[in-house]
């Protein structure tokens, strides 16, 4: 269900024969999953639920969103366990893996009590809390305007809540489909400014959203831009040797 490289491995998780395992490749070797080679193993998770994602945060140290909880993954060279997974109290897990987002060393998420942040050494910060949590889960009451009822997510549409960062900008956009809506999109966003630690809904349609980034020309690509010679009008001579 879910793949990502951390450091020198690539890590699955979401196993369709064990939900509760992380398994890693060989060091440097994506094909090599027999355990015991060339460091590739897995670590079974006694608790906190089915392992729903993992992704790398910074260098060789990975996170694991279980349903519950979240563990830290760390490579260890020389060790016989080759990394050290360690669960982080106090940290909620996850039912929407693809609302997590990697930026600037942490990961953005919307956890079960609202959205998040973790860092690579486990520190966990809840940016959504008296901000943006109680009214994207539904927490107000029937009092509360019926505008502003209306933006909480579907519960029951977890895969619509998807993530992804701006490439240019210190923002995370997130996108769900509202607690009224019955097709089967995304209807509203919010977005975070990671800096300046503010939000701003926002409305969009589709079935989903990952960052895009627009390929570089090689040379050869040139020519289907400009094919052909192109005349050069207006030049003169600065008074060096012709080439």
């Not at 349903?67 to 760390?74: D, L």
């Not at 927490?139 to 490439?167: E, F, N």
Request: glycine share 12%.
């Amino acid at each position: 269900g879910w793949i990502a490289v951390v450091g020198r491995f690539l890590v699955a998780a979401d196993l369709l024969d064990d939900p509760f395992r992380v398994q890693w490749s060989g060091l440097n070797a994506i094909t090599t999953w027999a355990a015991g080679t060339n460091s590739s193993d897995f670590q079974d998770l006694p608790d906190q639920g089915r392992a729903y994602a993992v992704v790398e945060v910074s260098g060789d140290v990975g996170v694991i969103f279980q349903a519950s909880g979240i563990r830290r993954m760390v490579f260890a060279p020389g060790s016989e366990f080759v990394f050290q997974i360690e669960r982080l109290p106090a940290c909620p897990g996850t039912n929407a893996p693809y609302s997590i987002v990697v930026s600037m060393g942490s990961a953005f998420y919307l956890s079960n009590k609202g959205f998040a942040q973790i860092d690579a050494n486990g520190g966990f910060v809840p940016i959504g809390e008296e901000r943006v949590d109680r009214t994207f889960l539904g927490k107000h009451d029937s009092s509360a305007p019926a505008a502003v009822r209306d933006l909480a997510y579907d519960p029951t549409a977890t895969g619509l809540i998807q993530g992804a960062g701006d490439p240019t900008k210190s923002v995370i956009l997130w996108v769900y489909r509202s607690i009224l809506n019955t097709a089967e999109t995304f209807d509203k966003g919010v977005a975070y400014h990671t800096t300046l630690k503010r939000w701003a809904p926002f409305e969009a349609t589709g079935e989903c959203m990952a960052p895009v980034v627009r390929p570089g020309l090689t040379m050869e690509g040139l020519d289907a831009v400009a094919p052909g010679a192109l005349p050069i009008t207006g030049a003169a001579s600065n008074g060096g040797p012709n080439l």
